[in-house]
């Protein structure tokens, strides 16, 4: 072979390496969700329709998600913060407007949901509902019935009040480490807005919670479904679709723990969890793929039968298990509906006053 020859040859091969190389990359989605928030099976079908590798990461706190899209280049493609901090973000240009074309499936979604949802993103221009759920008590029937005479939880009183909480603090009490989840339950409980700005009711809730700070042995805001499931715990404040996973981890696991979910009468917070493509997702076109097929009705019912929350999704209604659909905890029924509040954002002083408090909570100080 000649110079030149060798040469070209060695180009083409490389020329070819680097064109089926950057084709193999093009075809790539990084989604960052929340822990046990999907049946992994979805995204292996995903991959099998579209030929779109997924990179698929994981969290378990708005806060965290919302500092990483602060400090921008992510990485992400899709992300799917709650509501109540989608709302910010969008004012902070962190998200890109969906291009609607690309999402067919799009006239699947429910009017009611996106009627709620467009609070937090007028006109859902930037984001497309994936689950929606509740923050409730979740608990072991067993052992609070030996702790407080009553297999039955119907009120945030038990975990409010002290005298209550001090009897399960031996069986151990978990709580989500999110501000945003827990001081408007707090609120609530004492009567007040749970979305209350007022520093003086904010500093009403975290004396509230100072009280039964002794008790609670951990903030966290994953780790409660396994601890509830293995009985090492005897109550958490969750979210009721991992407290629902927890009952059936301990049924699948057949050592007589039994999990209940209550949302608690005083009233519980409604919350949404949103799809989102962020303005400098280095895969836009992947990512309408995927919130495109996240859109399918079976695909979107085989996730809520799974993860145990209800969607936004209408048409998918008619292959969500009949069990779920029909149980007013995850798809609430008027009466239910009834008690649900939804939050607001904070604004810059309320949440710097918020962080604040979260931090003497969570250190007990
Ligand atoms: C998933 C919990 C998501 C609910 N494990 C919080 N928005």
Not at 79 to 104: E, H, T, Y
Not at 173 to 194: E, F, H, M, T, W
Not at 241 to 253: I, L, S, Y
């Amino acid at each position: 072979m000649t110079r030149k020859a060798l040469w070209l040859s060695a180009t083409s091969a490389f020329l070819a390496v680097f064109t089926l190389g950057a084709r193999a990359e093009d075809r790539v989605v990084n989604v960052f969700n929340w822990s046990d928030y999907i049946d992994s099976s979805i995204i292996d079908d995903f991959t099998k329709e579209t030929g779109i590798k997924v990179v698929y990461d994981t969290f378990d706190s708005n806060e965290i998600l919302e500092t990483k899209l602060l400090a921008g280049g992510s990485g992400y493609d899709v992300v799917v913060p709650s509501g109540n901090f989608l709302a910010r973000q969008i004012q902070a240009g962190v998200f890109q407007k969906l291009d609607k074309s690309k999402l067919p499936n799009i006239s699947n979604m429910w009017d009611t949901v996106m009627e709620r949802t467009a609070k937090y993103d007028p006109g859902n221009e930037y984001s497309i509902n994936y689950m929606w759920g509740t923050v409730g008590i979740g608990y072991n029937i067993k052992k609070v019935q030996a702790a407080l005479g009553t297999d039955k939880i119907d009120s945030w009183d038990v975990f409010f009040n002290p005298e209550s909480l001090a009897k399960l603090k031996d069986c151990g009490v978990y709580v989500l480490d999110s501000p945003a989840d827990i001081i408007p339950a707090a609120l609530k409980y004492l009567g007040l807005d749970p979305n209350s700005t007022s520093p003086d009711e904010i500093a009403k809730a975290e004396e509230t919670l100072l009280k039964v700070r002794p008790y609670i042995r951990k903030f966290h805001s994953s780790e409660y479904i396994n601890a509830l499931a293995n009985g090492d715990i005897c109550l958490a404040v969750g979210w009721s679709g991992d407290v629902f996973q927890a009952r059936n981890r301990a049924d699948e696991a057949k050592q007589g723990v039994e999990i209940g979910y209550s949302v608690p009468k005083e009233g519980a917070q409604m919350w949404f969890d949103q799809m989102a493509i962020p303005a400098d997702a280095p895969h836009v076109a992947e990512a309408h793929e995927f919130l495109n097929y996240m859109m399918k009705p079976e695909v979107i019912a085989k996730s809520s039968n799974y993860v145990l929350y209800a969607n936004g999704n209408k048409a998918s209604q008619q292959f969500i298990d009949k069990a779920i659909l029909e149980d007013p905890a995850i798809y609430p029924d008027a009466a239910t509906l009834q008690k649900l509040y939804t939050v607001s954002p904070y604004d810059p002083k309320t949440q710097r006053i918020i962080t604040r408090t979260w931090t003497k909570i969570v250190t007990g100080q």
